[in-house]
């Protein structure tokens, strides 16, 4: 069975937002910080990074090439929270833009009418 999600956003924050996260802190680790200063900087707990980096959480979501290249490059600005928020915002509209992506993770948490493109109507 579905979950009962409806609204994009809940999408991005379920499941899109822990994802970024997730692969900034690989990337992060990846430049040589201390699992104790990216969880200061992502602000989030130690033991989420373990288990970011453990693929224990946020697994779920593939992202394509182009973004996984663009959160990547993100994770080299971000020096301070404000350079995380805007880098996470700047990702997150990436992946709205990608309607495959997310119109099929929306598809695949929540019962969606067959063509639904609410998102994308404007």
Same mark, same amino acid.
């Given at each position: 069975?579905?979950?009962?999600?409806?609204?994009?956003?809940? $999408?991005? +924050?379920?499941?899109?937002?822990?994802?970024? /996260?997730?692969?900034? &802190?690989? *990337?992060? @680790?990846?430049?040589?910080?201390?699992?104790?200063?990216?969880?200061?900087?992502?602000?989030?707990?130690?033991?989420?990074?373990?288990?970011?980096?453990?693929?224990?959480?946020? $697994?779920? +979501?593939?992202?394509?090439?182009?973004?996984? /290249?663009?959160?990547? &490059?993100? *994770?080299? @600005?971000?020096?301070?929270?404000?350079?995380?928020?805007?880098?996470?915002?700047?990702?997150?509209?990436?992946?709205?833009?990608?309607?495959?992506?997310?119109?099929?993770?929306?598809?695949? +948490?929540?019962?969606?009418?067959?063509?639904?493109?609410?998102?994308?109507?404007?």
């Amino acid at each position: 069975m579905k979950l009962q999600i409806i609204q994009p956003q809940e $999408v991005e +924050v379920f499941y899109i937002l822990p994802t970024i /996260r997730s692969r900034m &802190a690989s *990337a992060l @680790k990846g430049q040589g910080m201390k699992q104790k200063d990216i969880a200061g900087l992502l602000c989030v707990q130690e033991s989420t990074v373990s288990q970011y980096l453990n693929s224990k959480r946020a $697994v779920g +979501v593939k992202f394509n090439s182009t973004i996984d /290249r663009e959160v990547s &490059a993100a *994770a080299r @600005k971000i020096k301070t929270k404000g350079d995380l928020i805007r880098e996470t915002q700047r990702i997150i509209e990436l992946v709205r833009k990608d309607r495959t992506l997310f119109c099929g993770l929306h598809k695949a +948490v929540a019962d969606m009418p067959q063509g639904c493109d609410v998102c994308f109507k404007g």
